[in-house]
């Protein structure tokens, strides 16, 4: 190895971190956090990868936690329906970071090779422990997300019964 590639590589930042922390960063959940949070988090998720048509988790099974897609697509399946389509940067999943059993309600499943990043119910409640401020934060947000798509869901009902 010649001697200027060894320096190019020496301070190259680990790709994984990168785009856990860039992902984190991008994330409504995330949003509020101080870049010592954002690390707090990157250091307890989990990196997970599917194959082609391979299932992240089936309708009626206890869910731990959240999902954002790094890389890929997944689909979202309602009593064998696909209902949407998720790519890069959308997450799914946060209900089982709040609900008490956390069913999920819809299947996910790998539209192509996908990449995600997890952040699971036992991280949100270590970092609760920890750091009761940044905990609040991301219940807030959690909340706050919620309650969008639940409005979001309420009008799409509501325009399909008046048809």
Do not use: C
């Amino acid at each position: 190895m010649s001697l200027s590639l060894f320096w190019e590589n020496i301070f190259k930042k680990d790709r994984h971190v990168w785009t856990i922390q860039e992902a984190l960063k991008k994330n409504i959940v995330f949003k509020d956090l101080t870049p010592r949070e954002i690390n707090q988090i990157q250091n307890i998720t989990h990196l997970r990868s599917y194959s082609a048509s391979e299932a992240i988790f089936k309708q009626g099974e206890v869910g731990v936690g959240m999902y954002i897609i790094s890389k890929g697509s997944v689909d979202i399946v309602y009593d064998d329906n696909r209902i949407t389509t998720l790519k890069e940067d959308d997450f799914f999943g946060e209900l089982a970071l709040v609900e008490e059993r956390g069913i999920r309600t819809a299947t996910a499943i790998a539209k192509e090779e996908t990449q995600l990043i997890g952040f699971f119910k036992p991280d949100l409640i270590q970092i609760m422990n920890q750091t009761p401020e940044t905990g609040v934060k991301i219940l807030f947000r959690i909340g706050q997300v919620i309650g969008t798509r639940l409005h979001e869901t309420t009008a799409l009902v509501k325009s399909q019964q008046r048809n």
